[in-house]
């Protein structure tokens, strides 16, 4: 006997959240469930490849990552010029050097922040370096008696201990051999030349090499300023949110779920996780063959993702329809869902949050649970800031293209316009929401302990679609969040590394 489910779909109704249209009241006829095109065969074959898929994926970006390439046991250990470490240290002596001036008492402040500097230590060299920044915020007398600690710590045949002595040479007040200069630059850069311009003759400008912390001050404060005016919107959106909610119980939201047994935008999902994994296959036997300089292989083969969102197009469903069922359209006018989209974002902030600090702690508990097994916890990393700190400028530019283009359009027409819109023929709203919401955030490769906050963002972005019908909303809200943390992060590397 056929199946139901492989007769021609019926092509879907005008959707309820187009222009015009208002939300219904709960007693009102229910519009029509057209299914979605495709079979339940079809679902199942897609099933099985998407989450087979998805666990390899999933495995790689956030529990099997390479470690970075350990270096020759010949290499000489040094401070990177792009590290966070160093973002982080120039910054405190910047601000110092400004405020110093205008408060003797300026040193202070930034001092009890040395702990924390002197954990985003990644080897011996920022050690050391950690005992510049001592000197200029605590004087020398507590650079000395950090450098006699990490004196006791190293080991006896450690090429960094004629450094260290240096340094103990330069804050007793002399002044190390001309010939030890060029190692002490070369093992410590910024700060060694900082250590340095205390030494007669070294040619080394302190004012110039420590100016700059009246732009990284104003930086701050203008970031600062900026995230207390999004806080207070973000206050003000989250409670008429919530009083919008219940004045509007008993309303159904503009999107319509399909009935069960259509396949194609399931098919969606399952092609853009095969073909993610095709592309971290591919960069992987690519890059190694590529210059270190040069943009990385999978920013490319990124964009060649962009087709897959189309893919119902091949299997025979018409533009018009795509646009539709794949919530493409502008609903109440485009300018009312991309408010709507803004207004969503700002009024889900304050959970966002709450998801950020449920990620610190489980890293603090895992850092601790590592600390009892007598495990060092690594550095803290951040990737985004460590490719915009080492990145040239055309890595820098496609990056943000990536995060402001290329997400936007392809991640939301494909988790909240395809998967969500499957799952939902099956699922009510919080089973499709939260299931969208997860793999959206183990495709990232965050890890695990950062998923809660991606998770949040996918269950909010999935709320607009259900809400508005449409993925203007979603789109418009993905791009703000992405631009304006991208947007931040590279001014604050060009400002506090240059």
Known sequence: MPDPADAPHTPFPPDPGFRGARAAPADAPRPPRPRDPGSRRGAIVAWIVAVIAFAIVAGIQNFAKAPPPESPDDAPVRVEDTSQFTMIGKVFLRVDHWAKPIDPGASGQFASSLPMLADTAANDADRLAVA???????GDDAALDRLDALADELPDDTPLRPVL???????????????????????LGFFGRVALSRVEGSGFDRDHLLAGGAGAMGFILGVVLF?????????VCF????VRLASRRGRRPAFVPPTPGGSVFLETFALLVCAFLLMIVTSSIIQPHMPKSGVPISFILQWTLLAVPFWPLLRGVRFAEWRR??????????LREAGAGVFCYLASLPIYLGAMVLSFLLITLWW?????????????????????????????????????VWAPFVEETVFRGSLFRHLRSRLGF??????????????????????????????????MREWRGTIVPSIVAHWLHNATLLTISICAVRIFTA
């Open 430 to 463: 919080a089973g499709a929401g939260i299931a969208s919401a997860c793999f959206f955030a183990f495709m990232h490769g965050y890890g695990p302990l950062l998923a809660p906050p991606l998770i949040t963002l996918g269950l909010v972005f999935a709320f």
């Open 239 to 242: 409670v008429l949110a919530i």
């Open 165 to 187: 002595d240096d340094l103990r040479t330069i804050y007793a007040g002399g002044a190390p051999p001309p010939d030890r200069w060029p190692e002490v630059e070369d093992t």
């Open 325 to 334: 069922l794949v919530g493409l359209h502008a609903g109440k006018g485009l």
């Open 132 to 138: 510049v920044v001592t000197a200029e915020l605590l």
């Open 368 to 404: 601790s649970i590592q600390g009892a097994f007598g495990r060092e916890p690594p550095p803290p990393q951040n990737e985004i800031l460590e490719i915009v700190s080492s990145g040239n400028l055309a890595t820098v530019i496609l990056l943000f293209m990536l995060a402001t």
């Open 227 to 235: 995230f207390l005016l999004v806080g207070l919107a973000s206050f």
